[in-house]
T-cell receptor
Framework: DQQVKQNSPSLSVQEGRISILNCDYT??????FLWYKKYPAEGPTFLIS?????DKNEDGRFTVFLNKSAKHLSLHIVPSQPGDSAVYFC???????????FGTGTRLQVFP | DVKVTQSSRYLVKRTGEKVFLECVQD?????MFWYRQDPGLGLRLIYF???????EKGDIPEGYSVSREKKERFSLILESASTNQTSMYLC??????????FGNGTRLTVT
């Protein structure tokens, strides 16, 4: 049973526009969430995180929003750039622990 | 910067072979992990280790074992490879509350 779901396998966005990647979770005990980015032939790299005491965290062009009541988080990339084209994984855990549960990933393509 | 090195980028093995996947890190991190990545399933945790000679099962340990004889090295062992173990294998490290640092992965094909 997938506890962390990314229902959109792919997303295509024009350069300069906003990219919104979504993630839903089912376990109400999850209280720490992360986004990772993965280029082909490379390992995932950490992008941004948020704990459940906040509903928004921002880092440059990347903002993560958390809606605890809906068990939903989203990653906004503004403005999108071609270099953002990658697979994005959300992940969740109970506390900032070692047992992360990853979503299935969304492939983002940013075209000129 | 943390460097996590996986010894092989690509491996092709036959069903029934014993397979070793090696991972070495250079930043003295305590915790090391093995994940596999499959289309439509994301990343799933196989095993992790908090210290030398210590190991903990992840979510899908069946068919795998691990070895951590030195702090910097964490090996994943497939005792008898099967075709359903064809996958991308990712090693990662972590220190304290920091995010995971991943290696570039080993794509294993079992025929």
């Amino acid at each position: 049973d997938q506890q962390v779901k990314q229902n959109s396998p792919s997303l295509s966005v024009q350069e300069g526009r906003i990219s919104i990647l979504n993630c839903d979770y089912t376990n109400s005990m999850f209280d720490y969430f992360l986004w990772y980015k993965k280029y082909p032939a490379e390992g995932p790299t950490f992008l941004i995180s948020i704990s459940s005491i906040k509903d928004k965290n921002e880092d440059g062009r990347f903002t993560v929003f958390l809606n605890k009541s809906a068990k939903h988080l989203s990653l906004h990339i503004v403005p999108s750039q071609p270099g953002d084209s990658a697979v994005y994984f959300c992940a969740a855990s109970e506390g900032n622990t070692d047992k992360l549960i990853f979503g299935t990933g969304t492939r983002l393509q940013v075209f000129p | 910067d943390v460097k996590v090195t996986q010894s092989s980028r690509y491996l092709v093995k036959r069903t029934g072979e014993k397979v070793f996947l090696e991972c070495v890190q250079d930043m003295d991190h305590e915790n090391m992990f093995w994940y596999r990545q499959d289309p439509g399933l994301g990343l799933r945790l196989i095993y992790f280790s908090y210290d030398v000679k210590m190991k903990e099962k992840g979510d899908i340990p069946e068919g795998y074992s691990v070895s951590r004889e030195k702090k910097e090295r964490f090996s994943l062992i497939l005792e008898s490879a099967s075709t359903n173990q064809t996958s991308m294998y990712l090693c990662a490290t972590r220190q304290g509350d920091s995010p995971l640092h991943f290696g570039n992965g080993t794509r294993l094909t079992v025929t």
